[in-house]
């Protein structure tokens, strides 16, 4: 098998919709001790590499595509995900009032390119998720808006939310399973809505080394945009559970598969 999009091109994989990020995580069945992983992904050796031997974990993080990739392993679960770069963080002193540049959204670029990049990665690693008993996809997209909104308008073009023009916060969530036919068992297919608001505060530092708020936040400067996260997994029948999967390479088609529908509203 191979991991692949599907060729329609509307919705959340449409030209407007970024990916923050995208995770493919399997849970094995084997405790098995994680060794290092990201250079046999890549070919490269990582940026970082975090080892904790005596808990079983070893995080490895490096440079790909337009973004960062990620390969967390703990006893029993591997995570590989590609995500936008982790944000620097800097602190500037001044005497003078500063002019920060404005908010920009974390991601790795248009949606179905960036989920592409990944799969074609794994295409050639699949037996990553063989000895699996339970496996799960979680792309995460956001979009700019121009104000609260505008990002209402973007989440009822795919949600018949019961929400108004102005309401802000918005944090809404359904899972929407279906039967496997892979494996016995269901697949969860989880999606939660949100809109974002942030806003940049600028505090000032004393010689008492206590920050004291410059000013209200300018809400013109605000940054806003809809995001939406899926977590699609597979669930097997009690009787079953923690057994591997018989057909693993068809539970993990028919978990990517099942997932379309809910890109492009045929829910």
Not at 118 to 133: K, V
């Amino acid at each position: 098998m191979t991991l692949e999009l599907t060729n329609e091109r509307g919705g959340l994989l449409g030209p407007n919709w970024l990916l923050e990020s995208v995770r493919l995580t399997a849970f094995k069945t084997s405790s098995t001790p994680p060794t290092a992983l990201w250079k046999h992904l890549t070919g490269r050796d990582p940026l970082e590499v975090v080892q904790r031997t005596q808990e079983g974990m070893i995080n490895e993080v490096g440079e790909f595509a337009a973004g960062s990739l990620f390969v967390i392993q703990q006893a029993g679960r591997i995570d590989i995900a590609y995500g936008a770069k982790p944000a620097q963080q800097t602190m500037a002193f001044s005497t003078e009032s500063a002019n920060p540049p404005p908010l920009e959204l974390l991601h790795v670029g248009p949606s179905a390119q960036a989920i592409s990049a990944l799969f074609q990665l794994l295409n050639s690693h699949l037996e990553i998720f063989s000895d699996s008993y339970r496996l799960a996809f979680a792309p995460v997209f956001v979009q700019k808006a121009n104000d609260i909104e505008d990002v209402n308008r973007l989440i009822l073009a795919h949600e018949a939310l019961p929400i108004a023009p102005n309401d802000i916060d918005i944090l809404w969530r359904i899972n929407r399973p279906v039967s496997a036919n892979a494996f016995v068992g269901s697949i969860n297919r989880i999606v939660a809505w949100q809109s974002v608001r942030m806003l940049r505060q600028q505090f000032v530092i004393g010689q008492s080394a206590i920050a004291v708020p410059m000013s209200v936040p300018n809400p013109d400067s605000a940054l806003h945009f809809a995001r939406v996260e899926f977590d699609v997994n597979t669930v097997q029948e009690v009787s079953v559970t923690n057994q591997a999967l018989e057909n693993w390479t068809d539970a993990l088609d028919e978990l990517v598969v099942q997932t379309f529908p809910l890109f492009n509203k045929l829910v």
